[in-house]
């Protein structure tokens, strides 16, 4: 097996120019590469499937953990697709990249038509789980997934605050399928609270990506060309304060014992969003998600407002 890699550009040639060769290539190495471009720091993306069966403390129907778990896979096929296609798109921009240019297909590690063929088998899969189990709205959360993401990845991504309200649905998706595999019912107030979440980590990723590459943000992501910092900093701040007046709003309306832990819970939730507040005004190239997962202090704000919630979930 072959694969055409990119090796570094010389002083010859020049910084954007690229010479490829034939390098032989183990299915070991190759696998790996495979893996690593479906992203595994993503993966716990997809434990959103679980959101609406955690909040309403229940799994909705018999058997609702394996089909949590099925709504689980098919969206870690539908991002692998995304992603597999996504980095065949952007090969050249992450390869002036500093971190990105070494992800497989832009550093060479695997071939562009491997990763077509294998997002068109991932993305079989997503619609598949949902066929399996005859679950309608399951197909067309994956399909709708799909679909939004193939258009952002082909041309919305260039489009201003559109690109974001994409990103934001992509969130927002995982967790309608969770509820259409589980037959959970959802809330408003739970839509808005998880909305408004998505739509903050989605506006702190462009805030990061803006703030830590400066001039050079625009060769990455030609949209980027449209935003500020301060713009996107008070849309972060406004976000984040909707969203805790939103939670607030949600667990003042239960009429149940469950109301006081949850109006307690607000206060970590309040100060995980301050902390994440801190974490991303400071320059940085490392991705939000590991800002949320990766922080001690987050962690603690998360391990609090999840002990409190769950608190009011048993004292229900």
């Known amino acids: 097996m072959t694969i055409d890699r990119t090796l570094a550009p010389s002083a010859d040639t ?17 696998l790996t590469a ?12 997809n434990l959103l499937v679980f959101a609406a069966p955690f909040a309403a403390a229940t799994l909705g129907r018999d058997d609702g953990l394996g089909y949590a778990l099925l709504a689980m896979v098919a969206f870690g096929c539908a991002s692998a697709a995304v992603y597999f ?9 992450d390869r002036r990249h500093p971190v990105k240019r070494n992800r497989p297909v832009a550093a060479g590690a695997l071939a562009a038509r491997h990763a077509l063929v294998l997002a068109a088998a991932a993305a079989g899969c997503a619609i ?3 066929v399996v189990i005859r679950e309608p709205l399951l197909i067309a959360t994956a399909a709708a997934y799909l679909c939004s993401s193939f258009l952002y990845s082909a041309r919305l991504k260039h489009v201003p605050y559109v690109e974001m309200a994409l990103v934001t649905t992509g969130f927002l998706l995982r967790v309608l399928g ?25 506006v702190a990723k462009r805030y990061t990506e803006l703030r830590s590459l400066g001039a050079d943000a625009a060769a990455h992501r030609p949209v980027m060309r449209w935003y500020r910092p301060g713009v996107l900093r008070v849309g972060q701040l406004l976000v984040g304060a909707g969203m805790l007046a939103t939670y607030l709003m949600w667990a003042a309306s239960e009429d149940t014992a469950a109301r006081g832990w949850h109006l307690a819970s607000a206060l970590p939730l309040a100060a995980a969003l301050a902390r ?23 962690l603690c704000c998360e391990l609090a407002w999840l002990a409190l919630f769950c608190a009011g979930l048993y004292a229900e």
Do not use: Y
């Open 14 to 30: 020049g910084p954007q120019a690229a010479v490829a060769t034939a390098l032989p290539l183990s299915p070991a190495r190759w």
């Open 34 to 45: 495979v893996i690593r471009t479906t992203r595994p720091r993503q993966w716990p993306k």
């Open 85 to 93: 296609v996504n980095d065949v798109a952007d090969a050249e921009r």
């Open 128 to 130: 598949a789980a949902g």
């Open 178 to 202: 969770g509820a259409a595999a589980t037959h959970v019912k959802l809330s408003v107030w739970f839509l808005l609270v998880c909305s408004l979440g998505a739509l903050g980590v989605a």
């Open 276 to 298: 994440f507040g801190v974490l991303t005004a400071r320059r940085t190239i490392r991705p939000v998600e590991d800002l949320i997962m990766r922080d001690g202090v987050m």
